[in-house]
């Protein structure tokens, strides 16, 4: 959700989902990546892209859900994608499951085609 000029995470809009039928029906053990930050990128950025980390984090927790942390290193490994570029996993997904529209948007998609790896990770 957007707070001033700032993307924020909705923690409670995320909570919702998450307490919703899918934790009904599903056990739940979250996955999520180890983040850390990146050379060359702003202050600002990196203090909403914690921020961001934390409160997925926070309510995680807050739900009781266990949480894996895995780093970058192990996701991409196990779905063949280290040394690869940085779209490779949006191509890699769109080959895994070409009905999947959300994955046409090269910077959501990616982070689309991510998720879903980091979630195969778990599997």
């Not at 570029?85 to 529209?101: F, G, M, V, Y």
């Amino acid at each position: 959700m957007k707070m001033g000029s700032a993307n924020r995470v909705n923690a409670s809009a995320l909570a919702a989902f998450i307490k919703g039928e899918m934790r009904e029906k599903y056990k739940i053990h979250a996955y999520v990546e180890l983040v850390s930050s990146m050379p060359g990128q702003g202050v600002a950025s990196m203090f909403s892209f914690g921020h961001s980390a934390g409160v997925v984090q926070g309510v995680l927790g807050a739900l009781e859900i266990p949480v894996t942390m895995v780093t970058p290193q192990a996701w991409k490994k196990r779905a063949g994608l280290t040394g690869k570029d940085k779209d490779a996993s949006r191509t890699l997904a769109i080959q895994t499951w070409p009905e999947w529209r959300l994955l046409d948007q090269k910077g959501a998609g990616q982070a689309y085609a991510d998720a879903a790896f980091i979630a195969l990770y778990g599997e």
